[in-house]
């Protein structure tokens, strides 16, 4: 009997170094994916802890979002009881996300002014070589309240992409924001106008020298007769050239105004012949005034 035992002690001690030996290879062998491996799980048990103590510890002031009580601390419990979230909707991933405002308001669009609104009497013109149209500006009387608003939108996105680049003008060389705003919007289409697009000139601005160089301008019909039309590199660059046009003598009474007098520099501008449309200061006012402009000034 105790010769058995002896035999079944040595053999156990003799598979216990066998396992032994196996476990210390696959340590030498393997340390290093262990390793990582035990790295990678403390990460994500980690991340999971952290997670979950930012979604309990967050205070119930999220608009959109249903908390319960039991996911809140005590000190919140009674509060949220009492006065719970008028929306029930659960929480998701998405609702952490930031979201842009909309550029335009859900509200319905108010009647554009009397000023953009075309005549019957004007006729579209059908020149396919047409410098500027004014679609994306002016209204037909029974425009739907969509169009109107895509329109808006329009509008409002090239006020925000110019209004720095006007406000920099305006310190530089005292032309008020608003009124370079207004004829950009006006002159290019809000940005959308062939001469706008091809030439970066958005105030088109014209070339009367008889021996430009190559690329210096580009023909387009306006006004029933030819005439050409700078190109610029850049539609800031197009800014900087107005501001330079409007250094001109003729345009020297419009800087006794005040910057904040937008309708006398508008009216100002029409009589020193910058544009022939008879209705142009009241456009530019127009303008100003549906989207604000002046606060720019």
């Known amino acids: 009997m105790k010769r058995q035992l002896q035999q079944i002690k040595i053999a156990l001690q003799y598979r216990f170094q066998i396992l032994r030996q196996i476990v210390v290879y696959y340590v030498r062998t393997y ?3 262990a390793g990582l491996m035990a790295f990678v799980a403390y990460l994500a048990i980690s991340k999971d802890i952290s997670i979950a103590l930012q979604f309990d510890s967050a205070p119930p002031v999220a608009q959109n979002v ?3 009580p039991q996911a809140l601390p005590t000190s919140y419990k009674k509060e949220v009881t009492r006065t719970p979230p008028a929306a029930t909707q659960p929480m998701n991933v998405s609702l952490l996300t930031n979201k842009s405002k909309p550029a335009v308001s859900s509200k319905k669009e108010s009647a554009p002014p009397a000023a953009l609104i075309k005549d019957a009497k004007d006729k579209p013109s059908k020149d396919p070589n047409l410098a500027n149209t ?7 009387k029974n425009e739907s309240n969509a169009k109107r608003a895509a329109k808006r939108k329009k509008q409002l996105a090239y006020v925000k992409r110019f209004s720095k680049v006007a406000k920099t003008e305006m310190e530089k060389y005292g032309i008020p ?5 207004a004829q950009g919007l006006l002159e290019s289409n809000v940005g959308a106008s ?3 697009t091809r030439n970066k000139n958005h105030f088109g601005i014209k070339c009367f020298s008889k021996r430009c160089s190559k690329g210096h301008c580009s023909n387009f019909t306006d006004d029933s007769h030819k005439d050409f039309f700078r190109k610029y590199r850049s539609a800031w660059e197009s800014y900087r050239a107005h501001s330079k046009l409007l250094t001109a003598k003729r345009y020297n009474k419009l800087y006794k105004l005040k ?3 937008y309708k006398g520099w508008a009216r100002g501008l029409k009589k020193a012949g910058y544009a022939t449309d008879p209705k142009y200061a009241e456009k530019i006012i127009a303008l100003i005034e549906d989207l604000n402009l002046n606060q720019y000034d």
């Open 134 to 140: 004014f679609s994306n500006v002016t209204h037909k």
């Open 177 to 181: 924001a608003s009124i370079t705003l």
């Open 31 to 33: 340390w290093l994916r």
């Open 194 to 196: 062939r001469l706008a």
């Open 66 to 68: 249903m908390y319960t």
């Open 259 to 261: 910057k904040t007098d």
